[in-house]
């Protein structure tokens, strides 16, 4: 049942690397914006800053998803695309 699906050998595993490293990378990334954007604004407060590095990561969550997506969905289409000539 699986082998007529045609799907690219690992690509599962593949993606669940991506998504996890992509997870990672959008939480840092979110907490790194949000604690330049504190320094600019001079807040020196730690619970505003943890408050704010917290919905910074929150934020930044959907990003790295659909950065992760976007990857897959055009390594997908390249390779549906490529039909044997006649």
Do not use: Q
């Not at 996890?20 to 840092?28: D, E, K, N, P, Q």
């Not at 954007?37 to 659909?66: E, H, N, Q, T, W």
């Amino acid at each position: 049942m699986t082998a007529d699906r045609g799907g690219r050998p690992g690509s599962r595993v593949l993606l669940g690397i991506a998504l996890f490293a992509g997870t990672l990378m959008s939480m840092c990334g979110g907490a790194l914006l949000a604690d330049f954007a504190l320094d600019l604004l001079g807040v020196a407060s730690p619970p505003v800053r943890i408050g704010v590095k917290v919905i910074g990561m929150a934020a930044a969550l959907p990003a790295g998803f659909y950065l992760v997506e976007r990857a897959f969905l055009a390594r997908t289409t390249t390779t549906s695309r490529k039909t044997p000539g006649p």
